[in-house]
């Protein structure tokens, strides 16, 4: 099969290589896809330097995967022709290759009447929104897939996303807006109307916004701060929330950047990285075909021009998600 891989995990060159197929065992619930497309995420090719995996393995990227089970275990709920969808786990190579690997614990339904292309572009970003929101921020406490408790904990509470038209903000945006939460973003210019579009009540140009400045108005402390992108814009947003509140970052420990001056009391900071669930899919799932909320795609590539399209990952300013059509190869 063909397959893109980082040669080592020193490099951040690809190559187009073929690969052997990999060879499944389903007594650990794992099972063959036929991938039919996958999609990397930013930064990805320092992962394996910064955060080698548990055991040594080929660096094939892409942890988003779409496609069709092949054979699996026989009690698996996800039979041979079932059309699936993921975010496979970082212990075995991504799905930048034909045929891949996923477990029965992260494999979820692919949402019926969505493109293999849309499907490869939702899990990473919509699995990591739903842990902020159902778990990991602290207010829907116990409801991790109980979407009616959750939102009564979300109601009317006020929430600042930055890079809120990024992969994971606009999900972020989206699920904090059907939880009843008044939801501020901050993006670029030319992003506002996306981010207005996707429920936000206000959108702050953060090249034109000092934040400090406009948490000091009346009545725009935020009790909660969702940081996906760090740094400058992280201790920027320290500003905003309100004591007793919550700074949470999926880009570094929100305590690293806290401004030297800050004085609020009180403030929870949370850091997490997230984990393939198949409940967390399974749920979003049900939303995306109810049309509560969607992905979003930048472009779409074949396998074979993966510098390009690697190139535009790292940008920075692709909107949505960059995604392989494998179909595109043939």
């Keep these: ?47 394996p330097k910064n955060f080698p995996p548990p055991n040594p393995r080929e660096l094939v990227p892409c942890p988003d995967v779409a496609g069709v089970v092949v054979s699996g275990p026989e009690d698996s709920p996800f039979q041979p022709g079932d059309e699936v969808y993921a975010r496979t786990n970082y212990v075995r190579p991504g799905n930048a290759r034909e045929f891949s690997v996923g477990v029965t614990d992260e494999l979820a339904h692919k949402p019926k009447g969505l493109s293999w292309v849309a499907a490869a572009a939702i ?19 116990d409801a991790e897939t109980d979407f009616a408790a959750a939102q009564t904990a979300w109601n009317g ?12 903000g606009m999900w972020v945006v989206q699920l904090a807006t059907l939880l009843g939460a008044e939801v501020i973003g901050t ?27 406009w948490a000091e108005q009346p009545g725009k402390k935020v009790d909660v701060v969702i940081d996906c992108i760090g740094r400058q814009s992280l201790e920027d947003a320290w500003w905003t929330v309100r004591n007793g509140g919550v700074v949470l970052s999926i880009f570094q420990p929100p305590k690293q950047v806290c401004p030297t001056d800050y004085k609020g009391t009180g403030v929870k900071d949370v850091f997490f990285v997230m984990e393939p669930v198949r409940r967390h899919l399974e749920e979003i799932t049900k939303l995306v075909e109810l049309g509560k909320c969607h992905g979003m795609v930048d472009s ?31």
């Design 1 to 47: 099969m063909q397959a893109i891989i980082q040669p080592n995990a020193a490099s951040d060159a690809l190559t187009l290589t073929t690969l052997p197929l990999p060879v499944i065992d389903p007594s650990l619930g794992e099972h063959l896809i036929r991938v039919k497309a996958c999609a990397p995420c930013a930064g990805e090719l320092l992962w």
């Design 157 to 168: 509470k006020r929430v600042l996303v930055t890079a809120s038209s990024g992969g994971v």
């Design 123 to 141: 899990p990473v970003s919509a699995e990591t929104a739903w842990q902020i929101l159902f778990i990991h921020a602290g207010i829907a406490v």
């Design 187 to 213: 993006c670029g210019t030319a992003n506002i109307p996306l981010v207005q579009s996707l429920g936000a009540k206000e959108v702050l140009d953060y090249r034109h916004t000092n934040l400090r400045e």
């Design 300 to 330: 779409v590539w074949p396998l074979d021009q993966y510098r390009e399209a690697f190139k535009r990952l790292d940008s920075g300013h692709a909107r949505g998600k960059i995604v392989f059509d494998l179909s595109l190869n043939h």
